[in-house]
């Protein structure tokens, strides 16, 4: 299965400012995934990041709030903007390279204060 | 966004107990997939199911797939301390994501 490198792993942060995640693959993968996990909550899905295309976003999520990059197919960005402490959160990076099953990386703890 | 319905919520359980939790769907998925998370860390993948009716194993865990497609459950045998986390069931059709369940919290004693 594929290994991520997901950083940084945690984070406080400053209500107002920006973060952006990294995600970095072992292999080329098509899509990647990006979820947050509210405190004591499931996954959510916020966007799907497909290279060379714009990313596709799930309801309740817009670009100008978590803008994503995938510049190639092993690595993608998700910022945060304009924070504010409802979006402290877990925000997690998720591969299928293989069809054995999603992979997820370590995930960022993100604390807005 | 769409979420299964994992139960239970959470589960306490003595040391050597079989546990079993289970999740289920008004829609079909293709995939059905079974994760184990523990602070500070991602999700893992415990089991995959692919097939309607598979039976799968991975060592003290068993997963089904329902032969609806519409549900899933995972058995937990002969606990230990070290199964404490939070188990996600995650349901994916093709081409998309994984729906997640909200999660059945574990916790054992010894």
């Known amino acids: 299965s594929a290994v991520i490198s997901q950083k940084p792993s945690r984070d406080i942060c400053q209500r107002g400012t920006s973060l952006t995640i990294q995600c970095q693959v072992d292999?080329?993968?098509?899509?990647m995934f990006w979820y947050r996990q509210q405190p004591g909550q499931s996954l959510t899905l916020i966007a799907t990041?497909?290279?060379?295309?714009?990313?596709?976003?799930e309801s309740g999520f817009v670009i100008d709030k978590f803008p994503i990059s995938r510049p190639n197919l092993t690595f993608s960005t998700l910022t945060v903007s304009n924070m504010s402490p409802e979006d402290s959160s877990i925000y997690l990076c998720?591969?299928?390279?293989?069809?054995?099953?999603?992979?997820f990386g370590s995930g960022t703890r993100l604390t807005v204060v | 966004g769409q979420q299964l319905n994992q139960s239970p919520q959470s589960m306490f359980i003595q040391e050597g107990e079989d546990v079993s939790m289970n999740c289920t769907s008004s829609?079909?998925?293709?995939?059905w997939l079974w994760y184990k998370q523990e602070p500070g860390e991602g999700p893992v993948l415990l089991i995959a199911?692919?097939?309607?009716?598979e039976l799968t194993s991975n060592g003290r865990l068993t997963a089904q797939f329902g032969i609806t497609r519409k549900d899933s459950f995972l058995n937990i045998s002969a606990s230990i301390p070290s199964d404490v986390g939070i188990y996600f069931c995650?349901?994916?059709?093709?081409?998309?994501?994984?729906?997640f369940g909200k999660g059945t919290t574990l916790s054992v004693s010894s």
């Open positions: 829609s079909i998925f293709n995939t």
């Open positions: 998720s591969v299928d390279p293989g069809g054995d099953g999603y992979t």
């Open positions: 995650a349901g994916q059709r093709r081409g998309t994501a994984l729906i």
């Open positions: 990041a497909n290279q060379g295309s714009e990313a596709t976003y």
């Open positions: 199911l692919y097939k309607a009716g």
């Open positions: 292999s080329q993968v098509t899509m």
